[in-house]
């Protein structure tokens, strides 16, 4: 009897498994097919040789002219760019320098583009990578061959452009602005072009803001992205004459707080002495003692010998921004640093990265990557605004390796940064009128940030470089993607999101065509997860009844978001509700496993049987089960099929051709009202 019964549930073990690689194999997005269906109604200017092409388009990198509609371009290659180069003969409107294959859509973006942008002078865009086969004709148009591995960019970023040529391969300019443009340098190719755009996009602080515009969408296909590693100390020269109500003196206001820990304290005052030193920047010392207790403060006294910081001791505790605040106070130098005594500083140069960004005319806060100490997992790269809010992209994830095209290892432009290490001109905090909302607020220090953006200025987090972060006992971040303040209130969620509709929105620093509807720490496009491709209607609310199911034993389950469909796509029109998330029995085979969300009130009990949907991120959380891959529900709800009550989340999954079904309930609740 138990051989016969090991024989049929294993045949049930394969069934569930070989139906779950179908599925999943239905499921799993593709890149070429996603940006297709993503370009299918825009208009396509056909860049066939026999249609718009010259003769000269076959003989080494073509040079062509193009017309759509009233606006005519210059297509140039940017091989053809060196010393000697002017545009002084051409008469299109647009010049397009390109390293690459325009894509079937680009010219007419790019024409629409510039018709609805008059301040713009410069537009760049997204790209990607076509591979043909051998049987494609040899100029039968860009649309042949698959499309991978695209890059896409963020709106203009001044500190990333001053970092490195981000524009990469395509960048179009309007002739007007250039025509007068003495091209100089030693250089070719893209390099040329950046040395000299940068020297009429910072020839005045109205050009540096206004006049770079980016066309979200795929513009060419590249045969690689090497551009984007170009790099040239001119740029920045060119970025720093825009300085003129003051000059940077190479001082700085270092301001350290500490809590109860003397050891950490000396550490984190050596290390940032030591990368001073390397920087040629004069320090001017300020510590802040968040009332650690009399041991500790006499001991830091004997420091104050030592070091000849300024001392400041808190009889009464502080939040980090309260003390943010206080060390602005205290400062006298016209650029400060404000760190915790857990963040040192192994790379010589980070501190002149630094203070050479933040002290740009444009620049806002300037923060740095983070790495937990002793090892290369970042714990900061960048706060970026999702549809389920402000994230920290990367955390957990190795350093060692390259992310989305160099994301970790230039300077980029973000909404907010990490307030454990930041760097700021003082008298921006003035400005801006201080912290608007109360500083004990956990959202004080993103609530800053998106003022400064929304006041002209541009945040930065310099990925070039790094400081160690010293974890608190037992503070092992995991890889996932940490939403900003998790903890806070629902009221303090609210009245930020409310107040900054930017945040979930659209991020500009963050390309809508990258992964962003869910809680997913990778940079990857969209084809991975969205909430168009992912979510599903309930057909149906049932009455549940599964009081002979025992409780606790059941799957574990994350839910992402559980609220209004309207706030989470930003569309008040939607009053029906939504709950997204994964569930997952661990350390098991989740193959042919039937979901269910539960909703549980006083007295009664509904459930909701799901499709689920793809969600490769969750083998990362969960390493200990097999097959997570389908484990996400994304689930609209009419706001019909539910009487108005407040109901407990949880999730029941039921083991296909066998009795076992396991249910758990979270401690997220869904409002609903009427």
């Known amino acids: 009897m138990d051989f016969f019964k090991g024989f049929f549930e294993e045949s049930k073990n394969r069934r569930n498994e070989t139906e779950y690689l179908k599925m999943l194999d239905e499921a799993r997005p593709s890149f070429d097919s996603w940006i297709r269906a993503c370009e299918s109604g825009l208009p396509v200017y056909d860049m066939s040789i026999s249609e718009n ?25 940017m091989s053809k760019c060196m010393r000697g180069f002017s545009v002084r003969t051409y008469l299109e409107d647009i010049i397009v320098f390109c390293n690459g294959e325009l894509t079937e859509t680009a010219l007419s973006m790019l024409a629409e583009f ?50 490195h040529f981000y524009f990469c391969n395509i960048v179009a300019v309007r002739r007007s602005f250039v025509r007068e443009l003495e091209w100089t340098g030693d250089g070719s190719g893209a390099l040329f072009i950046y040395h000299n755009l940068s020297k009429v996009i910072f020839s005045g602080e109205y050009f540096a803001l206004n006049c770079v515009g980016h066309v979200e969408g795929v513009l060419i296909h590249a045969a690689d992205y090497n551009n984007n590693l170009i790099t040239d100390p001119f740029v920045r020269e060119s970025a720093e004459r825009l300085r003129k109500e003051w000059e940077p003196e190479d001082k700085i206001s270092i301001v350290i707080y500490t809590d109860n820990s003397v050891p950490r304290l000396e550490k984190a005052l050596d290390s940032v002495l030591s990368a001073a030193e390397a920087s040629r920047i004069t320090p001017d010392l300020i510590v802040i003692d968040n009332a650690s207790p009399e041991s500790s403060r006499r001991r830091t006294v004997d420091l104050q010998l030592k070091y ?9 505790r502080l939040s980090l921004y309260e003390m943010f605040a206080k060390g602005i106070e205290l400062a006298e130098q016209k650029t400060v640093l404000f760190m915790s005594d857990r963040i040192t500083f192994p790379e010589a140069t980070a501190l002149r990265e630094m203070y050479d960004t933040a002290c740009l005319k444009f620049s806002g806060i300037v923060g740095i990557k983070q790495l937990l100490a002793g090892s290369d997992r970042i714990l900061h790269a960048g706060v970026f605004g999702t549809a389920l809010g402000l ?9 060692a390796n390259d992310y989305a095209v160099g994301f ?47 006041a002209g200025y541009f945040n930065a987090v310099c990925n070039g470089c790094f400081v160690e972060y010293e974890a608190y006992d037992g503070e092992i971040p995991r890889t996932g993607g940490a939403l900003l303040c998790q903890d806070a209130s629902a009221l303090e969620k609210l009245k930020f999101y409310g107040r900054h ?50 409780r606790g034993e059941g799957p574990d389950i ?59 991120d969750v083998t990362m959380n969960c390493p200990g089960a097999e097959n997570t891959e389908f484990s ?43």
């Open 114 to 163: 510039f018709n609805t942008h008059p301040k713009c002078r410069i537009a760049y865009g997204d790209e990607d990578i076509s591979i043909r086969e051998q049987s494609d004709a040899e100029y039968a148009g860009p649309h042949y061959g698959t499309r991978s591995d695209p890059y896409f960019k963020p709106d203009w970023s001044p500190a990333e452009f001053v970092s």
């Open 53 to 77: 092409a010259p003769a000269s388009f076959f003989s080494g990198d073509p040079e062509y002219v193009a017309r759509v509609g009233a606006v005519s371009f210059r297509i140039v290659p």
């Open 558 to 616: 994350t839910i992402e978001y559980a609220g209004r469909l309207g706030d989470y796509l930003h569309n008040e029109t939607s009053d029906d509700y939504y709950i997204q998330g994964y569930m997952v029995m661990r350390d098991i085979n989740n193959a042919g496993y039937l979901k269910y969300i539960l909703l549980r009130a006083d007295k009664i009990e509904y459930y909701i049987p799901v499709k689920g949907c793809y969600r490769s």
């Open 408 to 454: 970790n290892r230039f300077t980029r432009n973000v909404l907010a940064v990490s307030f454990e290490c930041v760097m700021l001109k003082r008298d921006l905090f003035g400005e801006i009128g201080g912290f608007d909302s109360s500083p004990s607020s956990s959202y004080a220090g993103a609530d800053l940030c998106i003022r400064l953006f929304e």
């Open 501 to 550: 509709p930017v945040v979930k929105a659209r991020d500009p620093f963050y390309n809508r065509y990258l992964l962003r509807d869910n809680s997913d720490p990778r940079i990857l496009p969209a084809c991975e997860y969205s909430f168009e491709l992912s979510a599903e209607t309930a057909e149906k609310v049932s009455v549940a009844d599964f009081s002979f199911v025992k």
């Open 632 to 674: 996400g529900f994304a689930v609209v709800i009419n706001k019909s099929l539910l009487p108005a009550d407040t109901y407990q989340i949880g999730a029941m999954m039921h083991r296909k051709h066998f009795r076992e079904k396991a249910v758990n309930y979270t401690d997220v609740y869904l409002v609903v009202n009427k």
């Open 391 to 399: 994230m920290y992209k990367l955390k957990g994830f190795s350093d």
């Open 308 to 316: 000849g910081f300024k001392y400041e001791y808190l009889t009464n």
